[in-house]
């Protein structure tokens, strides 16, 4: 089993920043070198793909819309990943979730295993 716990979202000004948090547990990611990330849903629209880490965290993908504001990171100490959001936009209010999966890739969402509730962020502008 794998557990997925979000945290960090909120309500911030466009321009502002906000950094998410997950926290992994669970027999199954324990067991094996999950690679993380993140993707995000919008109101009437598809989850897309946001970001994603590989197990050392020497590796990360991220979606064109997010690069150079958005900055993925892991603590496997903690099982945690992070998700730095900058310079974030109104266009970038959505439902955000993480996942986690054995193989790092980047996929539509039906191709990965586990996911969180997700965590809700709203920027204003």
């Known amino acids: 089993q794998v557990q997925l716990t979000e945290s960090g979202g909120g309500l911030v000004q466009a321009g502002g920043s906000l950094r998410l948090s997950c926290a992994a547990s669970g027999r199954t990611f324990n067991a094996y070198a999950m690679s993380m990330g993140w993707f995000r849903q919008a109101p009437g629209k598809e989850r897309e793909f946001v970001a994603a880490i590989n197990y050392s965290g020497d590796g990360t993908h991220y979606a064109d819309s997010v690069k150079g504001r958005f900055t993925i990171s892991r603590d496997n100490a903690k099982n945690t990943v992070y998700l730095q959001m900058n310079s974030l936009k109104p266009e970038d209010t959505a439902v955000y979730y993480c996942?986690?999966?054995?193989?790092?890739?980047?996929?539509?969402?039906?191709?990965?295993?586990?996911w969180g509730q997700g965590t809700q962020v709203t920027v204003s502008s």
């Open positions: 996942n986690a999966d054995p193989i790092f890739k980047v996929a539509a969402s039906r191709d990965y295993a586990y």
